[in-house]
């Protein structure tokens, strides 16, 4: 069995560039959510994903959306980065077996 | 509203000793509560959670949790540290045991010496 997995490792990007993030959720998964880790904070929610359908939003601007994929993988999508934008992003996916939401290694999003 | 509070964001214990991370929470809801370890430069591992019935949780690598409904607490501990025990431990708070967003802390960093 797959965990979740998420591309690239690491990212350097200029303010104002668009910036996109991938996961794959683990096998038998339909549900992805995507969280922002700043340095020396806690996660924080940025939106869920459910069959394909946007399923809760936390309190990040529009300038943040996302995908998810038929095959339940989803993309996190950034226009017009930040400096605050720079931190952990983290992807967790979530099956009806247990509704654990199992993470994923993050994409290190540095923004100069 | 729910939030959650780590007291402590760094704590140091000796090989051996009893290790104490304490966590409280806020809930207008009945809560899920979730404890979960992160080593440096990977994602998050689930530890332990709390759903319903018994209100002393065991989980992975020793740790153990017990949910007081009447403290609004989610302490975790582990009777003895260990060397790879070193990490940051984030405590988590959900509406439901279902694929809600989860609520976390800021961390306890937890240093272990030898």
């Known amino acids: 069995e797959t965990g979740v997995t998420q591309s690239p490792t690491h990212l350097i990007k200029t303010r104002g560039q668009q910036v996109t993030l991938r996961c794959s959720s683990q096998?038998?998964?339909?549900?992805v959510s995507w969280y922002q880790q700043a340095l020396g904070q806690g996660p924080q929610f940025i939106f869920q994903?459910?069959?394909?359908?946007?399923?809760g939003r936390g309190n990040f601007p529009p300038r943040f959306s996302g995908l998810q994929f038929p095959n339940y993988s989803s993309e996190l999508n950034v226009n017009a980065l930040e400096l605050d934008d720079s931190a952990l992003y983290l992807c967790?996916?979530?099956?009806?077996?247990?509704?654990?939401?199992?993470f994923g290694p993050g994409t290190r999003l540095t923004v100069t | 509203a729910q939030s959650v509070t780590q007291l402590g964001s760094h704590v140091s214990v000796s090989e051996g000793a009893l290790v104490l991370l304490r966590c409280n929470y806020s809930?207008?809801?009945?809560?899920?509560l979730f404890w979960y370890v992160q080593y440096p430069n990977q994602g998050l591992q689930l530890l332990l959670k709390?759903?319903?019935?018994?209100?002393l949780v065991k989980g992975i690598n020793g740790f153990e949790a017990e949910f007081k409904k009447s403290e609004t607490s989610f302490h975790l501990t582990k009777p003895s540290a260990h060397m790879s025990d070193a990490a940051e431990y984030f405590c988590?708070?959900?509406?439901?045991?279902?694929?809600?967003?989860?609520?976390f802390g800021t961390g306890t960093r937890l240093q272990v010496f030898p």
């Open positions: 967790a996916s979530a099956g009806t077996e247990n509704y654990e939401q199992y």
């Open positions: 096998s038998g998964h339909n549900t």
């Open positions: 994903y459910y069959r394909e359908e946007e399923n």
């Open positions: 809930s207008s809801v009945p809560p899920y």
């Open positions: 709390y759903t319903t019935g018994a209100t």
């Open positions: 988590a708070v959900t509406r439901s045991y279902n694929t809600d967003k989860l609520i």
